[in-house]
């Protein structure tokens, strides 16, 4: 019977617990997390904050007896200290303070990604100022807008969960302002797109200040005052970081496991380390890219999920391999939604490709049905020959933006080029679509752009 243990708790490392005693049923596997939230959507929480989800219990995927019914011992509030691969043994401080050794025969290290702060004197010892990283950070935030109910935010960062947190406070009422170092909101977009995106948040009543750092944050006498970039002093009465993130590789590297892009752990398809008997997966990993053909820093749950299974099955005595991914995200905000794959048309010029990069809006159905919208549909592709490196789409929340970014996901998958998308035989129905569908009308303007 083979001990596994698994550290982490969140989407890499259930998913590799739960894939373990799929591979294994006689297998013994022990998952240890830091906090007592063990699988819990950390993605849902700005739409609970925000009172779309009424209770955050609700978050859970599983209960801790539900995994516990799946054959899994779970050990919460217990912290890695220390991975000794030669003897197979991971040191760990419980809740109780008291330090032990676990022993194992594989190991799956599974220790996530850390919120960075701006390089900003004191701010992570300020009570008004908050991550959103993992469930205490959302509680810690919930309780605090329950208690001072405060008046105006301030969320530094315009990516995904700055996007989402921006929506979850203007539901309560708060007056916002969004800071983002980089010329536009949502920086993995095309600026076109970004734009867009910059228009609906202002028509939502946030102030969106682009091109602009944080620089100093104090507090006076009626909240914090943000020194910003600009030359600007910008008061809130809370703010909310969200900067990016890094993983959290310390335990595995100082044992031995090489450090790759951006510190995170360095793994093979098999989510492999090179130390014996000891996979990784999830945020503290890197990610191969599909389309790069190398490894990249790119920590997405959906990455997560299948990483962990790949190191699960392989811990278990299996051969599973991780076969890359694409980076396809997507985002609901304001009634509208922005998704990509794949590469923006910076990243591909920087790749060396010709890039012509096209955007179409069109109907997301038949205009003559009621409440067809408009959906701009942006393919990124090689002039030369015609491969297709990357899409983003922006579009209302009945406009099938995710399933289409899914088609062109697929599309990306299977190397096609631009011109294979008038090739596929896609549902068509007037409420939901049209004839010719969205993504092949954006497929006919590049083609007649690359004319």
Known sequence: MPRILVIGGSDAGISAALAAREQDPGSAVTLITADAYPNFSVCGLPFYLGGEVADWHQLAHRTPEEITAAGITLRLETRALRLDPAAHAVEVREADGHDRRLTYDR??????AEAVPPPVPGLTEREQVFFLHDMGDGLRLATFLADRKPVHALVVGAGY???EMTEAFRRRGLAVTLIEQAPTVLPGLDAPLARELEALL?????????????ERLEEGPGGLVAQTSDGQARKADLALIAAGVRPRSTLAVTAGAQAGVRGAIRVDAAMATGLPDVYAAGDCVETWHRLLQRAVYLPLGTTAHKQGRVAGINAAGGSARFAGSLGTQVLQVFGRVAGRTGLNSTEA?????SVLSVSVTVPDHKAYYPGAEPLTVR?????DRGRLLGAQLLGGLRGGVATRLDILAAALTMEATVGDLLDLDLAYTPPLSSPWDPVQLAAQAWLAARR
């Open 107 to 112: 190991l799956v290290v599974a220790t996530g």
């Open 161 to 163: 969960i700055g996007l």
């Open 202 to 214: 202002r028509s939502a009543g946030v102030t969106v200040v682009t091109a602009t750092a944080l």
């Open 349 to 353: 010029a920087a790749e060396g490709w």
């Open 379 to 383: 393919l990124i592709a090689d002039r």
